[in-house]
């Protein structure tokens, strides 16, 4: 039940936090501003006296006028019976209009002009201002002076008026919608940062915060700054993959050359071994050539997409695997191929399934298996291998250029460390999407998703 409360928390979020800021900000300021008025601005109006408050009064005035207490202070008596009566006595000379208040803070100026009002009147009367309620007078002689006496008692309602309970919903309402209102407008920038920071960290390069960068404050500001750093990023991406284009390019010249000095080499009857092993070497060097022009042209978004049967494109590929598979005592299991067609580059897709499948083949124990599904979205690929298999972390790294695994996927492969990535390119290329998931019993399960 806790957890369940915490996850519906609106405090968990930085938009709940304003608006419950503000919110309650606006509602506690309004009930003050409420009680406030009725406390200290409201106007001064005559309200129903109650026989039992006249005869309280009179019960007062008895004692006091009462033979033993004519000679005690008439400010003691006045307290003694405020504290009985749970509201304070005030005594006004007649003769002077002098205030004789029982004790506590200062009476108000209002609620001292008031009482000055009311001492002529020959009847007690109650009046209100505010929540303080005046009653009185009721006239009593002391030492032979003339007395009014008067009850002053802070008396809140218990019921609110209707006017004012309309005024607390229309200022509820009013309040809601106010601080929700400011609290999206601050937040909204922040989801569009946030949104635009996870495309680019997913490789949408073209990812920029539209409308909060035209905000004239600190928000405006932090957006503008962003789009700044992701042109840079994509400006140092472009130039990263040029770098990488033009370097295979200028490196395929020398590599023809040092093959025909090779062949010139051995028809001088040069050491063979020594020629072998460089033979060897500038044929690796002109396969990672070749695969980093691959991978230019993938990243580049060169493609030429036609309508083509399925079955057809994965055919070339799934014969040379299985060629590779039995050669190295292996088996590979091929689900049959939906009879569909697909608009695709058939030399892009044939180059992601070919690096996945021999990837999984060169690294599985026994079986390589591969199958097909498909639902209203997208139509997959699933190679799966019962190698030893990758951790999570593994598994998000490997499509990486020139990423090497820590397990059974190491350097004796033989690979430079292209290949997932060519096919990363390829099936991005095509708008899909490529992951790798370990196996519960043991391999690597790689799919690679399509759109319709």
């Not at 806790?2 to 405090?11: E, F, G, Q, W, Y």
């Not at 501003?33 to 005869?55: M, Q």
């Not at 003769?95 to 009476?107: H, K, M, Q, T, V």
């Not at 499509?399 to 350097?411: G, I, V, W």
Request: charged share 25%; glycine share 6%.
């Amino acid at each position: 039940m806790v957890k369940l409360l915490r996850s519906i928390s609106p405090t968990r979020a930085i938009m709940g936090r304003l608006f419950l800021w503000f919110w309650a900000t606006f509602i506690v300021t309004a009930l003050l501003a409420i009680w406030g008025s009725r406390l200290f601005f409201e106007d001064l109006e005559i309200v129903p006296i109650k026989p039992r408050e006249v005869a309280a009064l009179n019960q007062v005035v008895e004692h006091i006028q009462n033979d033993r207490f004519q000679d005690a202070p008439l400010r003691g008596a006045l307290e003694r019976h405020s504290r009985e009566r749970r509201a304070r006595m005030v005594a006004i000379d007649i003769s002077d209009n002098r205030i004789i208040p029982a004790g506590g803070p200062p009476l108000r100026n209002e609620d001292r002009d008031d009482l000055l009002r009311l001492v002529n009147q020959t009847s007690p009367i109650a009046v209100k201002r505010g929540a303080f309620k005046i009653l009185g007078p009721v006239f009593f002689e002391r030492n032979n002076t003339r007395f009014a006496l008067f009850s002053v008692r802070l008396e809140i309602p218990d019921k609110q008026t209707p006017p004012i309970l309309l005024f607390l919903t229309i200022a509820l309402i009013t309040t809601i919608v106010l601080s929700w209102l400011f609290a999206k407008s601050l937040t909204n920038p922040i989801l569009r940062i946030q949104s635009s920071a996870k495309r680019i960290a997913s490789g949408d390069w073209q990812a920029r915060v539209g409308r909060a960068s035209n905000r004239q404050d600190e928000l405006g500001q932090l957006s503008r700054d962003f789009n700044k750093m992701a042109d840079q990023l994509e400006s140092m991406w472009a130039a990263q993959k040029r770098l990488l284009a033009d370097v295979s390019h200028e490196l395929r010249s020398p590599l023809a050359r040092l093959q025909m000095a090779l062949g010139l080499a051995h028809q001088q009857n040069v050491d063979p071994e020594t020629l072998s092993r460089v033979e060897r070497e500038a044929n690796r060097m002109e396969a990672l050539v070749g695969q980093l022009l691959t991978l230019s042209r993938a990243e580049a978004g060169e493609a030429t997409m036609e309508k083509q049967m399925l079955s057809l494109v994965l055919n070339d590929v799934f014969t040379d695997a299985n060629f590779e598979a039995v050669n190295k005592n292996k088996q590979l299991k091929i689900d049959e191929i939906p009879k569909k067609f697909v608009v695709v580059d058939g030399m892009m897709i044939c180059r992601a399934v070919e690096n996945v499948l021999r990837n999984a083949i060169r690294h599985s124990e026994f079986l390589t298996h591969i199958s097909f599904s498909e639902d209203a979205k997208q139509w997959c690929i699933h190679i799966t291998d019962d190698g030893e298999g990758l951790t999570v972390e593994e598994c998000e790294r490997i499509f990486s250029p020139f990423y090497r695994a820590t397990l059974a996927r190491e350097r004796e492969s033989g690979g430079v460390g292209l290949g997932l990535s060519i096919a990363k390119a390829a099936v991005e290329l095509h708008h899909g999407r490529i992951i790798a998931e370990p196996v519960e019993r043991g391999g690597l399960q790689v799919t690679l998703s399509f759109p319709k």
